[in-house]
């Protein structure tokens, strides 16, 4: 029977603490940090499920990231947005049309609150949040606006709003301050001394889109014959009133003209025969038919003369400013080709000579909340980008500043006309087209559904991340009340073999055999 030596037992009984204290480290790190071990090998079967869910956890944390960055702008924006439309309402309210009070600087008390609320809506667009733009649709480099002294008054060798509102206001009103028409003067033929017929003619300047267009003529004028106007849209058009014999107080001649640029809204000019001219609207029988012809065609002067600086100003301006400030999806603005201006026919792209009011991302689009896209979960994304020149914010930009640089500071009876309808014009450009609902209202409700998406895919993600977090610490965790109790077994069992290899260690070969 072989006897083991001592050196056996001691080798052992080493090799058995040593295992030991090996398992109380284990045992005491898993103690400390709450999970079986520093690698997927130590949760053995459930470790791929630990793996797939720690990589599902880290991608949520991700998306929770962009949700953070994205909730910061969409919230800012959900802000601005309800104060450009409190502007906007207060611009409209702002422009009253009965409010026609001069300061000493020429402006009306009207004109000074419109550029307060301009310059504020200029700020608000140009508000930037960590570095983000958040009205220059993807591009964050800079102020999407350009400065309000620029967009009125030109910048850099650039021509500015009212430059252009100047050329268009040439435009229409051409040379004779008109509208583009010619008022021939009187034809008249005489048996004898005494005129027999009397005629005279209104002519379309040419072929374009400034100025009035002849639409139709009635009368009711006792021995008066209107000829044309033709109203098929044939330019250069005319009307001919030709007087064979003297009218009747009482009956009128009624003119109708459309106002450019597309001619669809019209105003009519209404002349009654009367005893003298001293009424507005009203034209005096004379002597004779000739006297009563030139009586007609004075008023039809003076009456034209006073829609041009007043009705057709107004619309002038409003097309000067939609072709100034409708740029949405990479338009060029829209000049005169001039000079000259008052004989001009045509537009042409003002690139490179007017100033991009609008200097934000501005490329070929139809839908500018694609320009800023948020990846908020897997096969899920969210888009908040806006454009400062989509139609509502330049709505409201283009009708304040069109207000503020018209020149009313001539303080007369034209001028207090021609503030009644530029106000009326740029109130309707402010005004919503429903009772309720605006172009600013439509950007913020698309807005808003962002917010909720992205307010509820963070709530779906905090519940799941739980979820996951849970089963991980099931899985990589440990049962603190078992590991405490094997530690202790351990320890205990390492103070007895301390014990016996104590008393091994002391024997010798003599006590041994």
Avoid: C
């Amino acid at each position: 029977m072989a006897i083991d030596t001592i050196s056996t037992s001691r080798h052992y009984m080493t090799r058995q603490i040593t295992s030991l204290s090996k398992s109380l480290n284990e045992k005491t790190s898993q103690l400390a940090s709450g999970k079986e071990g520093t690698t997927y090998g130590a949760v053995g079967n459930s470790r791929l499920l630990d793996l797939e869910l720690t990589q599902k956890v880290k991608r949520i944390e991700a998306y929770e990231e962009t949700i953070v960055q994205a909730n910061l702008h969409i919230k800012t924006m959900n802000l601005t947005l309800d104060r450009l439309e409190d502007i906007r309402i207060d611009g409209k309210a702002s422009m009253d049309l009965n409010d026609f009070e001069l300061q000493n600087d020429g402006q009306t008390r009207t004109q000074a609150t419109a550029e307060l609320l301009l310059y504020e809506a200029a700020s608000l667009l140009n508000t930037e949040v960590a570095g983000y733009y958040l009205y220059g649709g993807g591009v964050a480099s800079e102020d999407p606006v350009s400065p309000i002294d620029a967009i009125l008054d030109g910048a850099g060798g650039l021509d500015g709003l009212r430059m252009v509102m100047d050329e268009f206001g040439q435009a229409n009103l051409g040379a004779n301050n008109n509208g583009r028409l010619d008022v021939s003067a009187l034809a008249t033929n005489y048996a004898g001394a005494v005129p027999t017929d009397s005629t005279f003619s209104i002519t379309e300047d040419g072929a374009h889109d400034f100025g009035f267009d002849l639409a139709s003529a009635t009368s009711n004028l006792s021995n008066v014959t209107l000829t044309g106007p033709a109203g098929t849209g044939t330019d250069p058009d005319s009307l001919s009133v030709e007087f064979t014999g003297q009218p009747t107080l009482g009956e009128t001649i009624s003119i109708d003209f459309t106002l450019p640029p597309d001619h669809t809204e019209s105003i009519t000019l209404e002349f009654t025969a009367a005893s003298s001219d001293t009424e507005e609207g009203a034209f005096a029988i004379g002597a004779d038919l000739e006297e009563t012809a030139g009586n007609l065609r004075t008023a039809i002067n003076e009456a034209l003369e006073r829609e041009a600086a007043t009705t057709l100003k107004a619309a002038s301006d409003k097309w000067a400013a939609d072709s100034f400030f409708d740029t949405f999806g990479g338009a060029d603005p829209v000049r005169v080709d001039g000079p000259p201006f008052d004989t001009a026919t045509a537009t042409m792209s003002g690139a490179g000579t007017t100033v991009e009011w609008y200097i934000g991302e501005n490329d070929a689009t139809t839908n500018a909340r694609t320009d800023k896209t948020a990846v908020i979960d897997d096969n899920l994304n969210v888009n908040y980008g806006v454009r400062a020149n989509e139609e509502g914010l330049t709505d409201l930009i283009k009708a304040l500043s069109v207000f503020i640089a018209a020149d009313f500071s001539g303080g007369g009876e034209t001028d207090e006309l021609y503030y009644g309808a530029l106000t009326a014009t740029t109130r309707g450009i402010l005004a919503p087209t429903t009772s309720d609902e605006s172009g600013i209202v439509d950007i913020a409700t698309d807005i808003s559904i962002a917010y909720r998406a992205v307010d509820a895919t963070s709530d779906r993600h905090m519940v799941q991340k739980s979820s996951f977090t849970s089963t991980i610490e099931e899985i990589e965790g440990v049962d603190n009340e078992l590991l405490a109790a094997e530690i202790l077994q351990l320890k205990t069992n390492i103070e007895a073999s301390y014990r016996a290899s104590s008393i091994v260690y002391q024997l010798s070969l003599t006590d041994y055999i």
